[in-house]
């Protein structure tokens, strides 16, 4: 059985679990003060041209999400997300268990437009309803598309002249600015949101995001919200560890490049079979439509998760690729899509 389930079946990349081994005796302070998580930061800092920026690393996606957005809007504000959304569709309710309502929106592609964002804001008139106060976006989103930098600057201006906060799910940004088609830079986030975070997880590490917060009224007492969220991690060196070890040189984008390639070899085998897709994703989530009978035999080998039906007799699944997975699977898969 091979997973094409998702991009965190696999443990991490060589180069960490050696970097934790050859630093696992060093003495070091706690919660996020080590020596490791100061230089990750540092270069952060460095690679994101940006030395005003206050980064934090945390553990999970949906941790980051909840700590962060929690801490940005005041108890009666909510967030404006996608139907397709991580907040809205993937958390347990986890933002709503911070007492702050996630208003969703449908949209074709996965991404919100000022449109979007304005249609919220006229159903969301005055204080008998909660206040829209963040847009909540995810590049790449939940179904593999991506923003280009356009879309950002649009978002980002309607958000500023709305008085809006704009925050961006990084859990795969890696996959999404390796991508092709892409125009941003990781450079370039800093000026296009208030807060964003890098994606560790999924993308080669063994846990961890790291979250950056620009905008400076966002910035005060945050590690009081990380601890109170039980997000602060006694050892938190090994986060720092990490982050270090995928921006020292450029692991983490030839990781991400990896993921998205082996899903080109997936996405163009497929294309030659004449199998249509759900999306035209350029990341490492890809979304075929099979006959349902085609997937019951596919399932005897691979793992992978039935996105939704598309008629009767078909339905679209999701396949993912990751920084590990190996061409010789890939290959084999195209072979049994043949039959």
């Not at 994101?48 to 962060?68: C, E, F, K, V, Y």
């Not at 006694?234 to 020292?248: D, H, N, P, V």
Request: with cysteine; aromatic share 8%.
């Amino acid at each position: 059985m091979y997973s094409f389930k998702n991009d965190y079946s696999e443990g991490a990349h060589p180069n960490i679990l050696q970097a934790l081994i050859e630093t696992n005796l060093v003495q070091e302070a706690g919660y996020g003060e080590d020596s490791f998580t100061i230089q990750a930061v540092k270069v952060l800092k460095e690679k994101m041209g940006h030395a005003d920026a206050d980064i934090h690393l945390l553990s999970g996606g949906t941790q980051t999400n909840l700590t962060a957005i929690s801490a940005f809007l005041r108890p009666h504000e909510a967030a404006i997300a996608a139907t397709s959304g991580h907040i809205f569709v993937h958390e347990t309710g986890a933002i709503e268990a911070t007492g702050h309502k996630v208003v969703a929106i449908d949209t074709e592609d996965g991404k919100l437009t000022p449109a979007h964002i304005q249609q919220v804001l006229d159903e969301h008139t005055d204080e008998h309803m909660v206040k829209p106060k963040l847009v909540y976006i995810s590049n790449s989103t939940e179904i593999g598309s991506i923003y280009l930098k356009s879309e950002l600057e649009a978002l980002k201006s309607f958000c500023d002249s709305h008085n809006l906060l704009l925050f961006l799910d990084g859990a795969r940004l890696g996959s999404a600015l390796c991508a092709d088609g892409n125009d941003l830079q990781l450079s370039d986030l800093p000026h296009l949101v208030d807060a964003f975070y890098i994606g560790g997880t999924k993308n080669g590490a063994l846990l961890g995001e790291a979250l950056v917060i620009i905008r400076d009224s966002l910035k005060e007492d945050f590690r009081y919200h990380i601890k109170q969220k039980g997000a602060l991690l006694a050892k938190g060196r090994l986060l720092g560890i990490q982050f270090l070890e995928l921006f020292r040189d450029n692991l983490f984008f030839e990781l991400a490049e990896h993921a998205n390639n082996m899903a080109s070899l997936l996405r163009t085998g497929l294309h030659k079979e004449n199998i249509d897709f759900l999306i035209d994703s350029p990341t490492n989530q890809l979304f075929p439509i099979l006959h349902n009978d085609q997937i019951k035999k596919l399932q005897d080998k691979y793992a992978f998760l039935v996105w939704e039906k598309t008629d009767a007799d078909k339905s679209a699944i999701r396949l993912v690729t990751s920084w590990a997975t190996k061409e010789e699977a890939v290959i084999q898969f195209l072979k049994d899509i043949k039959g």
